[in-house]
């Protein structure tokens, strides 16, 4: 597999043109699993192959069981400068509803080690399960604020169509997950969360300051990006590709020389909409002045007036900004905004 990751690097150097990496990220799957040696051999390969700004942010993702002492000195001499860590909960009970593999001690055993080693860490924290009380959601936001944890990714359970724990809400072997629970659980969030000095940056993230996530940020701003692997996303601001997710047709594709990947070219319609859905998510907002023309900007000035006469929108200096409320319903907002198919004026 490695040598089919170091094929397509070199395959997709074209991609960026003159633009520099800024942010390398090993995630989905199992990254933390591969040996020393292949971290580095990729990581050098991205280096040779591309150019990279000073400081470049390398992200490595894992899991809590798979954190051990000989790992961080090995991620730390191979260049990784942030970890990713999935912790999900500090309480069992909750981690055996979501069926993860580590325990709740291993969590706060993996933390305590990997800060040794690293200062820019982030979790993710998942609330709204209906094991997950109020004290309990506060234990594990305190805990991870007391750890000195920089960044949290905080996200509601989401139950995903033909998966175990569908399965299991399906046959009532447990509960299925309540909307407004998990609404009155990402409130409190914020709150604490403020209360703390942790910045909202993203409707889902919350940074210290300076420990904002550069990768993600860069999804959020449109900025081009490769993905490597079976399965990986990449975008060049003209379209999406995602690769096969079958390994054996990714590994034998590449020993050919090609990239084994489908793509969508997107209109401009689709931009502009994508655009309006994530910029909302973010502390910036949607800048209307970078709407191609004045009738899109007064489209949208007069589609958000409902939304701001509800408590749900503020328009500061052109930016159209999600209140707390309005978050809530964030993505249900960027849908009424949407601008529909018959539109044809609009450019790059």
């Known amino acids: 597999m490695v040598a089919a990751l170091l094929s397509e690097i070199e395959l997709r150097k074209p991609y960026l043109g003159k633009e520099s990496i800024e942010t390398i990220y090993f995630g989905g799957g199992t990254p933390s699993l591969l040996d020393m040696h292949d971290l580095e051999t990729l990581v050098q390969k991205i280096f040779s192959t591309f150019t990279a700004i000073s400081g470049v942010e390398i992200t490595i993702e894992s899991n809590p069981d798979d954190i051990t002492e000989a790992k961080l000195m090995e991620w730390k001499e191979a260049g990784i400068t942030r970890l990713s860590v999935g912790v999900q909960s500090f309480f069992e009970e909750d981690l055996r509803w979501m069926n993860r593999a580590h325990t709740a001690e291993e969590a706060l055993q993996s933390l305590n080690k990997a800060m040794k080693y690293f200062d820019n860490i982030t979790i993710d924290l998942i609330y709204g399960m209906p094991t997950l009380t109020k004290e309990k959601w506060k234990f594990n936001v305190d805990t991870s604020i007391a750890l000195g944890i920089r960044h949290l990714s905080c996200y509601a359970l989401t139950v995903e169509p033909k998966t175990p724990l569908e399965k299991m809400i399906r046959t009532h072997q447990v509960p ?172 790059n």
């Open 176 to 347: 299925n997950v309540n909307s407004d629970h998990q609404s009155e659980q990402f409130v409190l969030l914020m709150q604490w969360m403020n209360d703390a000095e942790y910045e909202h940056y993203e409707i889902s993230n919350f940074a210290k300051p300076g420990f904002r996530s550069r990768h993600n940020s860069s999804y959020w701003q449109g900025k081009k990006y490769i993905g490597i692997g079976p399965s990986a996303h990449s975008f060049d601001k003209v379209s999406r590709q995602w690769n096969v997710s079958n390994n054996h047709i990714y590994i034998d594709s590449l020993k050919k020389g090609i990239v084994p990947c489908e793509e969508e070219i997107l209109t401009p319609v689709q931009k502009l909409n994508e655009y309006i859905m994530t910029s909302l998510r973010t502390i910036e907002g949607l800048d209307l002045t970078r709407m191609p023309d004045a009738t899109l900007v007064q489209e949208l000035e007069i589609a958000s007036e409902k939304f701001m006469e509800r408590g749900l929108m503020i328009n500061d200096n052109k930016h159209l900004r999600l209140t707390q409320n309005g978050k809530l319903v964030a993505d249900g907002i960027a849908a009424e905004l949407f601008f529909d198919k018959t539109i044809t004026q609009i450019e």
